[in-house]
């Protein structure tokens, strides 16, 4: 037992005050599944003495926490090998936005040999729709893959009340199961820590009140989450070493209409038809809250319904990256010249927080070039105070 493992186990034993023994395994079986394993990147840091980890997620990668410790559980692990980590944690994300973000936050400075990716949490509470949850991951798996075949995969599922929920009445978590099929059919590693906490909580170990308290995990949370990552990374690094680093091979896609050529389109090649003004720090005056990197940063903005602005763009998929805040509206877009279509931006989060919100007007586009117009609509959520309407990023796969 690694001496990191040894600490955490200690201290989350005392976090939940004796009652959680990480050893004891409430259905008697992990919740990991290795499926190809890690054999690259242990290679990579065995041999190579470098290696180059990345967190992508939301508000509880953001966070640090269990972060925190999976690093420092590498350093103990590889204690003479050169990391580097790359923390893409931005609140309020999900597989959509990854997508489409992982060529700036992730590979902008070249491949990486590891990437934990989660989103379980924020899919199921900004993704309606479960075919985007598996566009989404499939587009990140798809492209880290394209960037470099040899980087290794492993999907993180955090836990959330209605979670629990779904498998107290027997259900699979419609993201889960999206997460989970990707990870599949790519031979990608997987923790189920839904799963997990929802088992130890009914076997009397702890409690979600007491103990975990959030979907955003107390400390105790976050060291049951490092735990079990830690348990899962010590199996995979178990097994027979490699003798050669080894390509993953690529299937045919789960989705066709997956995001994997996603990335950011800069708001500087709209044409501005009315009403939208180009702003070079945006922030807001209403004193509500927002997310970091999403204010002081440039912004297209317009308040009114009638301001339009165009794009052109190649390929399947294209849509908007805004900030959904109290006083956002309703939007309508036309591709192509085809009848307009409405979109509503504002969320159940919308009355107390600029949140950054990815909005994909259509993904089931033919190949080739396109012509987007965006204008505000009329009429505004019964909750909001206004139709705006803040874009930092054009959506383009």
């Known amino acids: ?115 934990f990716v ?56 419609a993201s889960i199961a999206q997460h989970e099929a990707v990870a599949a059919a790519y031979g990608n590693p997987s923790l189920n820590l839904a799963r997990e906490v929802t088992d130890r909580i009914a076997a009397g170990q702890f409690t979600w009140a007491g103990d975990f308290k959030d979907l955003h995990p107390s400390p105790f949370g976050h060291q049951l989450y490092a735990h079990s990552i830690a348990r899962m990374l010590d199996a995979a690094f178990s097994r027979p070493q490699a003798s050669a680093a080894a390509p993953h091979t690529m299937p045919a896609p789960l989705d066709p209409r997956s995001y994997a050529r996603g990335r950011f389109g800069s708001i500087d090649d709209v044409r501005i038809v009315s009403g939208f003004t180009q702003v070079r720090s945006w922030h807001p005056s209403d004193g509500k809250g927002t997310r970091a990197g999403f204010v002081d940063v440039p912004a297209l903005v317009g308040t009114e319904p009638g301001a339009t602005f165009t794009f052109t763009c190649e390929g399947t998929a294209a849509g908007l990256l805004i900030t959904a805040g109290p006083d956002t509206g309703r939007v309508e877009f036309s591709i192509d010249g085809s009848a307009f279509r409405v979109v509503d931006t504002f969320t159940q989060w919308s009355p107390g927080l600029h949140l950054p919100w990815a909005v994909i007007l259509d993904d089931g586009l033919a190949p080739g070039r396109h012509e987007v117009t965006v204008r505000i609509a009329e009429g505004h959520d019964a909750r909001a105070t206004g139709t705006a309407l803040r874009v930092f990023q054009l959506l383009l796969n």
């Open 1 to 115: 037992m690694t001496r990191l493992l040894a600490c955490l186990l200690c201290s989350v034993a005392l976090l939940a005050q004796g009652r959680y023994d990480p050893g004891v395994l409430p259905k008697g079986r992990d919740y990991f599944a290795l499926r190809d394993g890690l054999a690259n990147a242990h290679l990579k840091f065995t041999r190579e003495k470098t290696g180059r980890v990345a967190f992508l997620g939301g508000s509880i990668t953001a966070g640090g926490g269990w972060r925190e410790h999976t690093i420092r559980y590498f350093q103990q692990k590889f204690p003479d090998t050169a990391f580097e980590f790359i923390s893409a944690g931005i609140p309020s994300m999900g597989s959509v936005p990854h997508a489409f973000r992982l060529e700036r936050d992730v590979l902008a400075n070249g491949p990486v040999d590891l990437l």
């Open 118 to 173: 989660e989103a379980a949490v924020n899919d199921s509470t900004n993704t309606a729709d479960p075919a985007h949850m598996r566009r989404g991951m499939e587009g990140v798996v798809r492209h880290a893959r394209a960037a470099n075949p040899l980087t290794d995969i492993v999907h993180l599922h955090f836990v959330m009340p209605e979670h629990m929920a779904d498998y107290e009445a027997g259900r699979v978590p």
